[in-house]
């Protein structure tokens, strides 16, 4: 069976928190890199509410994330954007 073209096609991800996208990561890349379509992504928040849970991302960036108002926020929009790029 071919798989089916998604020449000149959009396709409009939403998503409600970044990272989600990682559930479809293998879908969106498929469709944007080998399929010929388009990817678009909308994530709903900006995750700046997951303070409480980023204790592994303070170590990884070496950054205070854990506490409201931190820069949070930028981490997880650049994080988004790299993803993005990735998935094409």
């Known amino acids: 069976m071919q798989a089916p073209r998604f020449d000149g096609q959009v ?22 890199r080998e399929l010929g379509g388009t990817v ?3 994530v709903i928040t900006d995750g700046a ?4 849970y980023s204790h592994l991302a303070e170590v990884l960036y070496g950054l205070p994330l854990q506490e409201p108002g931190s820069n949070l926020r930028d981490v997880r929009r650049a994080e988004t954007a790299v993803s993005g790029q990735v998935l094409g």
């Open 40 to 42: 678009d992504q909308v």
């Open 11 to 32: 396709v409009l991800a939403v998503f409600a928190h970044p990272d989600d996208e990682y559930h479809f990561a293998v879908t969106l890349y498929r469709i944007s």
């Open 49 to 52: 509410g997951g303070h409480r």
